[in-house]
């Protein structure tokens, strides 16, 4: 198992974790996601995900994952 450290903008609220909670969480591969609201890190774990599915996800949520 591994993790990735994704930096995620416009977060705000509650409502933003659960949301990129949620559809990253949907990533074949992926068996856990902490996000941290104030720093806007989202910690992705778990075998062989796909990163640009991951990114993808965090965009669907409406949100941008930084470079």
Avoid: I, N, Q, W
Avoid at 26 to 52: I, Q
């Amino acid at each position: 198992m591994s993790t990735t450290t994704y930096t995620v903008t416009g977060m705000t609220c509650g409502h933003c974790v659960s949301s990129v909670k949620e559809e990253v969480g949907e990533v074949p591969g992926v068996t856990g996601v902490d996000v941290d609201l104030e720093t806007g890190s989202v910690d992705v774990s778990g075998d062989s995900f796909d990163d640009m599915a991951v990114r993808a996800a965090v965009k669907e949520a409406g949100y941008e994952v930084l470079a």
